[in-house]
């Protein structure tokens, strides 16, 4: 399991280029796609510390990158919930948007090799939590509301 809070998803949206919209106008990548994208560097945080501020490497490694494919793969304090699954084909890792399935409700069982990517909305604005099944992977999200007196 492997998260942050999302800063570095609204840095990489960013850069990464957008699509026209209707207008013709550029909209960001959505937060969904800079979260793949930041799968498929194998990198959490790929804009530091250009752009986002980051401890310098000491030793020479870099904490960011991903040496391991993990079941699950989360952000934080997003605008909305989304999620998707990649699944994770040795020989295939530079290929994986082919593999994307943006479908939660397929069936999970076999999660082995599979990565679950996760956009958890910020609590504060949306009043909404998300629960992870940690065996299938399955997603639900539960919403607070506060109690409405008349």
Same mark, same amino acid.
Not at 59 to 86: I, K, M, S
């Given at each position: 399991m492997v998260g942050n809070d999302g800063a570095a998803l609204q840095d990489v949206r960013q850069v990464l280029g957008g699509k026209q919209n209707e207008d013709e106008i550029m909209v960001p990548a959505t937060e969904l796609e800079a979260l793949k994208a930041t799968f498929s560097f194998s990198h959490t945080c790929p804009t530091s510390p250009d752009s986002l501020g980051a401890m310098p490497l000491v030793d020479g490694t870099d904490p960011y990158v991903l040496t391991e494919r993990p079941?699950?793969? %989360?952000?934080? #304090?997003?605008?909305?919930?989304?999620?998707?699954?990649?699944?994770?084909n040795d020989d295939d890792d530079n290929n994986m948007d082919k593999n994307m399935d943006d479908n939660m409700d397929d069936n999970m069982d076999n999660t082995t090799n599979m990565t679950r990517l996760v956009c958890i909305p910020r609590f504060s604005q949306t009043g909404q939590?998300?629960?992870?099944?940690?065996?299938?992977?399955?997603?639900q999200v539960l919403? %607070?509301?506060? #109690?409405?007196?008349?």
């Amino acid at each position: 399991m492997v998260g942050n809070d999302g800063a570095a998803l609204q840095d990489v949206r960013q850069v990464l280029g957008g699509k026209q919209n209707e207008d013709e106008i550029m909209v960001p990548a959505t937060e969904l796609e800079a979260l793949k994208a930041t799968f498929s560097f194998s990198h959490t945080c790929p804009t530091s510390p250009d752009s986002l501020g980051a401890m310098p490497l000491v030793d020479g490694t870099d904490p960011y990158v991903l040496t391991e494919r993990p079941h699950l793969y %989360f952000a934080g #304090n997003c605008t909305q919930f989304d999620t998707c699954t990649v699944t994770n084909n040795d020989d295939d890792d530079n290929n994986m948007d082919k593999n994307m399935d943006d479908n939660m409700d397929d069936n999970m069982d076999n999660t082995t090799n599979m990565t679950r990517l996760v956009c958890i909305p910020r609590f504060s604005q949306t009043g909404q939590a998300v629960l992870v099944h940690l065996q299938s992977l399955d997603c639900q999200v539960l919403e %607070f509301k506060p #109690n409405q007196e008349d």
